[in-house]
């Protein structure tokens, strides 16, 4: 089951000389709701060096193990507005155009010897880079993977170098790598693994396949999940049609473009729009007229407004809980294994897309969290007390930021203890039994057959 499109995409490439710019100067956080500054953020246009909170605990603690979580990086919008020129984005790697990264052009030299490696089904025909002059649709651009490539220097940097996650002759067990079947989660997987194991042995990467978006392997035969994704996607298209400017904004465009409104609306312009946005690339004209930076503003704000109301309604919250499970569940179990002294999947990569992360964020309780923007990364660190082996603790990060204390299970121990991560336990009791309490169930197999209280 797919989510709800919300929001979309970004490309990488040069402006024909003739087009103007429309991307205004990015300045501080603005106190409320600004479109544009938002579209900034889900944008991650590769600028400054990020700073992140990965890594950090008392020094006589111990990291024992990382699990990341991924959304691709940039791509091609999945979308077109009818009836106008394609943004003209090219998806070639070419290291002297920005933005570029040190080691883009070794990268490409890698991937090309990649024949090695293990791949999991359809994944061994998929390239291990964009490579079209013209993207296709959905592909990753080179701006994403510059974004994969520096999010695997920061994480070696950190885990590598610093915390000696894995020693430098590691084995393929150590790894546990998995994505979905499309290039551009394959290729951002890639891309950030060659940073952080610069000039990997391909013979010792086994890249597992996952045909599901929310990564449900063998669980995912769940009624209830479904119900709460269709609640969610009529409070969705209920909000839509009550917002005025919105409907104003829809009839608008499809004017300049010469189609029916509801197929304008069908063709999910802001896929395309954000594409433009992200690239600095003027929005699209026809005789009629051109579409402009008011139309995105409007519909970029109810997208936002969109996920506010998310937040609130609670049909999403439940979805996300039955949705998430099947993932979390592999992640408990696995950290509860490398906690009683296993040393096999140390490092864990999902490679996966928003409509993973997003319902992994709110099943979480992290509501404050930002919709996942490109390349966007939540990693959950597992900790050994080394005053106490036995005791172990995790702590979760999104795109850097520590988010440990927002989670439902961990915001009332952070009042009551002077310990700076989470216990262990606590993750584990929530995905084992408390996930389930408001459904008054006791499983997942219940809860997918019982509707919440």
Known sequence: VHLIPVNPVREDGLNPKSRKRIMPDLLTEPPAIDPVYEAHVYCNIPTIAERSMEGHAPHYFKLVSVQVLIRHGDRYPLYAIPKTKRPDIDCMLVPSRKPSHPQLEAFIKHMSKGSAAQ??????????????????????????????????????????????????????????????????????????????????????????????????????????????????????????????????????????????????????????????????????????????????????????EDERERQEKKLYFLYALLATHPLLNQTVNRLQR???????????????????????????????????????????????????PKEHFIRILYNGADVTFQTSFCKDHYKRSSKLMCPLEKFVNFVKRDMFLIFNSTSYYDACRRRAL
């Open 119 to 304: 791949m999991d089904g359809s994944l061994s025909s998929l390239p291990r880079f964009p490579s079209h002059s013209l993207c296709e649709m959905g592909e990753l651009t080179q701006t994403g993977v510059v974004q994969h490539l520096r999010n695997g220097q920061l994480l070696r940097e950190i885990y590598i170098n610093k915390h000696k996650l894995l020693p430098g002759d590691w084995t393929a067990k150590q790894l546990y790598l998995e994505t979905t079947g499309k290039s551009r989660t394959l290729q951002s997987a890639l891309a950030l693994l060659y940073t952080f194991l610069p000039d990997f042995d391909w013979k010792k990467i086994n890249m597992r396949h996952q045909w599901s978006t929310i990564f449900c392997s063998g669980s995912c035969d769940c009624p209830m999940r479904n119900h709460y994704l269709e609640e969610e996607q009529r409070r969705q298209y209920s909000l839509r049609v009550k917002n005025n400017d919105l409907e104003k904004i829809y009839v608008d465009m499809a004017k300049i473009v010469g189609i029916p409104t509801r197929q304008l609306r069908a063709s999910n312009p802001i896929d395309s729009l954000l594409c433009y946005f992200c690239h600095n690339v003027s929005f699209p004209c026809t005789k009629t007229g051109c579409i402009g930076l008011e139309h995105f503003k409007v519909i970029k704000r109810h997208q936002l």
């Open 338 to 388: 490398i906690a009683e002294g296993k040393k096999e999947e140390v490092f864990v990569l999902y490679s996966a897309h928003d409509v993973t992360l997003s319902p992994v964020l709110s099943a979480l309780g992290i509501t404050e969290a930002r919709f996942p923007r490109f390349a966007a990364r939540l990693v959950f660190e597992l900790w050994q007390d080394g005053k106490r």
